[in-house]
């Protein structure tokens, strides 16, 4: 299966293993293309998971040492399996392709707020096709072209997967395009419709303007709410770039938008970055934050959220499939209907091979 990249790929970040930049791009030694072609879709077939971590050789059964920066390499292996049939309520979904995202990353240096039992199978989304379903299954069927929302099972040429957790897609949507949408776009989304509440006309500043979700929630301020938003940015269709490295913040802000601010910020970096563009919100502005690309938390006064009426408050996509997963299928939904009508196309930096 190839693995979707992202935007840059910086060699300096993981050396072991893994090419990465914070976000995105992965690159894993080994073999992943089957022996065999799959002779029906209930008889066994031998396919390939990537895994991570170090079994415990006194108990096989548990992983204790997890992968760093300097064991990456030795700590991902490629494994062959027996394909399994699908049992109720699942489905068991031919994997095409598989994004990687931050929270993948994170995942495999101990470092996501979710931390998987060892070893474990990364990859949070894929795009692929149906080959079995459960017998109470009827929300797809064999042959539907899906995206798959895995937890952290999607890097293998096969996936067993709960039917309330895969999405069908168009065909006008081709499956390589599909892959990158659930997480970037689906962040996107709820971020800038459900949080924010962004209405036509408002102005969005994002943060980190390179990264896979914001170049999608640029894409969904500009061409779906027509909200007024480096040169990869501007071709998705912000409006203005401001570098952060170049004095102010607010002050840059403020030549571009004039002194009352920007009404909405969508922040991926955190850390001083954060407290600029708090400074930078509009009256009743809103700022949402979405990631801490940046390495560092940030504190919030409350007088400064005072003075100007100003909202702050998170997103953590993912909850929202167990807290009100109605909402969260509805924007993923509407992420796929957006690629459909042209509005979005999922940007992919790099496509790699898992050999």
């Known amino acids: 299966i190839p693995i979707l990249g992202g935007t840059n790929c910086d060699e300096e970040v993981l050396t072991t293993g893994w090419i990465t930049d914070s976000l995105l791009t992965i690159q894993v030694p080994g073999i992943i293309t089957t022996t065999e072609e799959f002779p029906g879709k209930r008889e066994a077939r031998t396919v390939y998971v990537l895994e991570v971590g170090e079994k415990n050789e006194k108990s096989p059964e548990f992983a204790t040492k997890m992968p760093?920066?300097?064991?990456?390499?030795?700590?991902?292996?490629?494994?062959?399996?027996?394909?399994?049939?699908?049992?109720?309520?699942?489905?068991?979904?031919?994997?095409?392709?598989?994004?990687?995202?931050?929270?993948?990353?994170?995942?495999?240096?101990?470092?996501?707020?979710?931390?998987?039992?060892?070893?474990?199978?990364?990859?949070?989304?894929?795009?692929?096709?149906?080959?079995?379903?459960?017998?109470?299954?009827?929300?797809?069927?064999?042959?539907?072209?899906?995206?798959?929302?895995?937890?952290?099972?999607?890097?293998?040429e096969e996936c067993i997967i709960d039917?309330?957790?895969?999405?069908?897609?168009?065909?006008?949507?081709?499956?390589?395009?599909?892959?990158?949408?659930?997480?970037?776009?689906?962040?996107?989304?709820?971020?800038?419709?459900?949080?924010?509440?962004?209405?036509?006309?408002?102005t969005v500043l994002v943060t980190a303007a390179a990264g896979a979700t914001v170049l999608a929630v640029i894409e969904v301020a500009a061409n779906v709410l027509q909200a007024k938003p480096c040169k990869l940015a501007m071709q998705r269709g912000a409006q203005s770039i401001v570098?952060?490295?170049?004095?102010?913040?607010?002050?840059?802000?403020?030549?571009?938008?004039?002194?009352?601010?920007?009404?909405?910020?969508?922040?991926?970096?955190?850390?001083?970055?954060?407290?600029?563009?708090?400074?930078?919100?509009?009256?009743?502005?809103?700022?949402?934050?979405?990631?801490?690309?940046?390495?560092?938390?940030?504190?919030?006064?409350?007088?400064?959220l005072l003075l100007k009426n100003i909202s702050a408050m998170g997103l953590y996509w993912g909850r929202y499939q167990d807290q009100n997963f109605p909402l969260f299928s509805r924007g993923l939904s509407s992420a796929i209907q957006y690629?459909?009508?042209?509005?979005?196309q999922p940007y992919i930096g790099a496509v790699f091979k898992l050999e």
């Open 68 to 156: 760093t920066k300097v064991n990456l390499r030795g700590s991902v292996s490629i494994y062959s399996s027996s394909s399994i049939p699908a049992p109720n309520p699942t489905v068991r979904a031919d994997v095409h392709f598989c994004g990687v995202n931050f929270a993948d990353i994170l995942a495999c240096c101990d470092q996501y707020q979710e931390r998987p039992q060892l070893p474990f199978t990364p990859g949070m989304e894929f795009s692929g096709t149906v080959l079995e379903t459960g017998t109470d299954v009827s929300t797809v069927e064999e042959g539907d072209g899906v995206i798959g929302l895995s937890g952290f099972n999607g890097v293998a």
């Open 163 to 202: 039917h309330k957790a895969l999405w069908q897609i168009p065909e006008r949507v081709p499956l390589r395009e599909a892959a990158a949408l659930p997480v970037s776009y689906g962040t996107a989304t709820l971020a800038l419709e459900r949080r924010a509440r962004t209405q036509p006309g408002e």
């Open 243 to 304: 570098s952060y490295g170049q004095g102010s913040l607010k002050e840059a802000v403020g030549k571009l938008v004039g002194s009352g601010g920007v009404n909405v910020v969508i922040d991926t970096v955190e850390g001083d970055i954060f407290l600029e563009a708090l400074h930078s919100l509009a009256w009743e502005g809103r700022i949402v934050v979405v990631g801490f690309a940046g390495g560092t938390i940030a504190s919030v006064l409350a007088n400064l």
């Open 339 to 344: 690629c459909q009508e042209g509005c979005i």
